[in-house]
């Protein structure tokens, strides 16, 4: 394995991409950039190629149903408890509210319109 981190790309399956796409932008206040791929419906999340971390989509793609397929993704923000805040009124369910995890922060889990578990993460 190379020195970098080891995870470049995720995709969150989604089977209403409107829907996923308003409930993402009211919780962490991004815009999406559609991506040609055939076969698929994909939307990007606000991506720095030069930058740390990674990047990755809303995807609709049909035989890929959203909800529990078991992968956790975290986003970063500044302050997790922002972003839990906006769960709800944008549609989903807050599972965990914001809680410490010792020296490496802050997480709060909850779960989108389209039934996928997420983490928020921050320092403070």
Request: aromatic letters at 12%; proline letters at 3%; a negative charge.
């Amino acid at each position: 394995m190379n020195k970098e981190n080891p995870v470049r790309w995720f995709e969150i399956y989604v089977q209403d991409m409107q829907r996923a796409k308003s409930f993402y932008a009211a919780v962490l206040g991004v815009e999406f950039t559609r991506l040609d791929s055939p076969g698929m419906e994909m939307w990007a999340f606000p991506m720095q190629m030069d930058a740390g971390g990674a990047s990755g989509s809303l995807v609709r793609m049909e035989g890929m149903p959203s909800g529990g397929n078991g992968t956790l993704v975290y986003f970063g923000c500044a302050d997790c408890a922002v972003e839990i805040g906006r769960v709800v009124e944008a549609g989903g369910q807050v599972c965990q509210d914001k809680f410490s995890i010792g020296q490496y922060g802050f997480c709060a889990l909850a779960k989108d319109t389209e039934g996928n578990l997420f983490g928020l993460h921050s320092m403070a």
